[in-house]
């Protein structure tokens, strides 16, 4: 099992810019997929972004598309999700999650590992 801790969160202004980070630590997770999911009050926890930590390929929900960037530093052991231009609906708990099969997959279901997640709040 791998552990992941997210921190960056907080409040910003619309059209202001945050960068969450996930800590992982415990298993080899060199070939996991990572991905970032959101949810917000009374919402169903959606995916936005993803990222296989041994090739870098990225993916991306419409729903943020050309706002996020995903990136990972292997030193680090860290997956970065860089928000920008950033809206009141896109307020949420933003949670990091590991898929342990690499599936490069949208689907909450094939992620196994997660963190405890970070609020992000922006205000109007």
């Known amino acids: 099992q791998v552990q992941l801790v997210e921190s960056g969160g907080g409040l910003v202004q619309a059209g202001g810019s945050l960068r969450l980070s996930c800590a992982a630590s415990?298993?080899?997770?060199?070939?996991?997929?990572m991905g970032w999911f959101r949810q917000a009050p009374g919402k169903e926890r959606e995916f936005v972004a993803g990222?296989?930590?041994?090739?870098?390929?990225?993916y991306y929900a419409d729903s943020m598309k050309g706002r996020l960037t995903i990136s990972r530093d292997n030193a680090k052991s860290t997956v970065y999700l860089e928000m920008n231009s950033l809206k009141p609906e896109d307020t949420a708990v933003y949670f990091c999650?590991?898929?342990?099969?690499?599936?490069?997959?949208?689907?909450?279901?094939?992620?196994?590992?997660w963190g405890q997640g970070t609020q992000v709040t922006v205000s109007s």
């Open positions: 415990g298993r080899t997770f060199s070939t996991y997929t």
């Open positions: 990222i296989s930590w041994r090739s870098g390929r990225t």
């Open positions: 999650a590991a898929d342990r099969f690499n599936r490069l997959s949208g689907l909450r279901t094939d992620f196994t590992s």
